[in-house]
């Protein structure tokens, strides 16, 4: 499975409600195509178009006067623009 997890926040949920684009979390190896199939067969929609966003986990210091630092996970986020009509429950309110 391609998908995740949804990105559920004020943005997202206006997005949804406004343009009909669901935001999802993906692996770091999917692909615009493979994540566009997963999403239709989970959730019974027609995807119309994908956008990806690549974010680089920002790194930190561990520790007030020391060199150890330390790295937040990288993500991979698609928004998914889906088909007049056609909604996903998961953001509605």
């Not at 343009?19 to 493979?34: C, G, M, R």
């Not at 966003?53 to 210091?61: A, I, M, P, V």
Request: charged content about 30%.
């Amino acid at each position: 499975m391609m998908i995740i997890r949804p990105i559920i926040t004020e943005k997202t949920i206006a997005l949804a409600d406004k343009l009909n684009q669901y935001t999802f979390e993906v692996s770091p190896d999917a692909n615009k195509t493979e994540a566009a199939k997963d999403l239709a067969k989970q959730f019974g929609v027609t995807v119309r178009g994908v956008r990806v966003s690549n974010r680089l986990g920002q790194e930190y210091r561990l520790g007030r006067n020391t060199r150890r630092t330390g790295k937040r996970t990288d993500r991979k986020i698609m928004i998914f623009s889906l088909k007049d009509g056609d909604k996903i429950g998961i953001f509605t309110q």
